[in-house]
């Protein structure tokens, strides 16, 4: 009884055209290996740019985010300022003055938030940036090799 290798049916069902692989061989064997160094250099570049895009639009993002939560506390602020204004003058006697000093406590705990906010954002953004400068960093380096190899393979 012959014996067949695992692959024969798959062989059998579909036969292989010699040709179709030699031409297939040829292609393969006329890439360099600094054809082939060179295009993992460039999408290794490629990507590393578009991390430093994706990083910069995170930065921006991030300031417009925090831009947006201080105009919005700054409202929340003004109109609480408001209401301790109308308790001022509609109430009278010790509820108006527990009253005012409940809103005063809330406009001082908004000030804490805002000064918060800005202590986050200012950590985030540093964060974000030194990421950036690292994977410039990374990007002109692999930019450069990549010129080396260029300038090697006579490209």
Do not use: Y
């Not at 290794?44 to 910069?56: G, R, Y």
């Not at 030194?130 to 930019?143: F, G, P, S, V």
């Amino acid at each position: 009884m012959e014996q067949k290798g695992f692959m024969s049916d798959i062989v059998e069902k579909h036969p292989v055209n010699t040709a179709d692989v030699q031409e297939i061989l040829k292609k393969i064997k006329s890439m360099s290996q600094d054809n082939i160094l060179e295009k993992v250099q460039q999408e290794k570049t490629d990507s590393l740019k578009k991390t430093v895009e994706d990083i910069q639009q995170l930065i921006k993002q991030r300031e417009e985010l925090s831009r947006t939560l201080l105009t919005d506390l700054d409202k929340i602020k003004f109109e609480v300022g408001n209401i301790i204004t109308r308790v001022a003058t509609e109430l009278q006697g010790v509820e108006s003055k527990k009253e005012q000093i409940m809103l005063k406590q809330k406009q001082v705990e908004l000030e804490e938030t805002k000064v918060q906010e800005k202590l986050n954002c200012w950590r985030d953004i540093a964060e974000l940036k030194k990421e950036l400068r690292e994977k410039e960093q990374e990007l002109k380096e692999k930019e450069t090799r990549l010129e080396m190899i260029d300038d090697l393979i006579g490209g």
